[in-house]
């Protein structure tokens, strides 16, 4: 074999594609889709144009129909009603603004495809704690409710009431976390059920199903080093006034266990006043007036004062509660409108079921 030969049959090493570089006329693409290479690094190079480096920022990018959104910890003017009327103007014409990625988008294209293809449509919204899962199904369920023609004003109210569930859900399953000030500490399914006759072009909701699992029970009794409980503590300690305290049995956040382990009983940034007043604005669309509301601060409140309860061991080994915690399960018996003696013997005892007979024995610790 000549030299010439062996010279062409020599093969130059290509780069690999995480090296390869896309287009400058393709950095802040809208949609990853659109870029020639598509490995994480140019990924994550795209995200960051379009938040960081272009005239506004651009949280979110889409990938064909996936949506990818970015947490900017801030609130953004790109929630607005100009901007649902603009996405549904659009959806009504069977099309969607170009360009412009956002949960809107997403809400109106699953509600065409379920006109068009009359068939069900599903939405899942997935990410790390603080991504931002629980704000972006707000926005989508507040396009789909706000968006849903009315027929009558009980639907009216049945799509207010569609949008003020998730006040009620976060005030008793969210929580501030280390790396969240709202972070959802459960998981839930929502079901919208559509009336959708042959041939029509638009659907009607009938009501809303939705199922939670996975609560994070043990967060009522421990917290970790800044974080809180859930928020409703927070809430009634910000929201009810000051002088119907000494009703409720409340004082301030940081004289109760249950709302001060984990040192942090404010957010910054954030009114539990005003979240007070929207839950119980939500509350109302619920049905759900004030004598049951109050009613329904009275048990949270005496879970608080219960978290307050300290045992002792009697010399004989069974557990007794503390002279001085008496007062708070005094202020529990009141609360829950139960007899305080039958209250301490219950946490003092446990009961044991034989065949069809209870056996109550003390408790021992």
Known sequence: ???????????????????????????????????????????????????????????????????????????????????????????????????????????????????????????????????????????????????????????????????????ILEAYGNAKTVLNNNSSRFG???KLLYDVPDKAKEGHILGSYMETYLL??????????????YHIPYFLHAGIPKDKHSEFKLSKPEDFIYSNQGNCCEIAGVSDKDRFDELSESLRLMRIDDTLQQDLWKLTAGILNMGNVKFKREGDGFASIEKASMPFAENVAELWGIDVTALVDRLTSSTMKVMKKNIVKKSII
């Open 1 to 167: 074999m000549t030299e010439p030969e062996k010279d062409s049959e020599k093969k130059t090493d290509a780069l690999p594609a995480s090296q390869m570089t896309n287009p400058k006329e393709l950095d802040g693409a809208p949609d990853l889709s659109m870029l020639v290479y598509l490995e994480m690094s140019h990924v994550l190079h795209n995200l960051h144009y379009r938040f960081c480096k272009m005239a506004n920022k651009n949280v979110y990018t889409s990938i064909s129909t996936i949506l990818v959104a970015i947490n900017p910890y801030e609130r953004l003017p790109m929630y607005g009603e100009d901007v649902i009327n603009e996405f549904h103007e659009a959806c009504k014409k069977g099309r969607l603004p170009s360009g412009r990625p956002h949960p809107y988008g997403v809400s109106a294209r699953s509600y065409m495809r379920m006109i068009q293809r009359k068939c069900n449509q599903s939405v899942i919204v997935c990410g790390e704690s603080g991504a931002g899962k629980t704000e972006t199904t707000k926005l989508l369920m507040r396009y789909l409710a706000m968006t849903a023609p009315s027929t009558n004003m009980e639907s009216s109210i049945i799509e207010q009431q569609i949008i003020a569930a998730s006040p």
């Open 216 to 229: 994070e029970k043990s967060r009522v009794v421990f917290q970790a080093d800044n974080e809180r409980n």
């Open 188 to 190: 839930k399914f929502t």
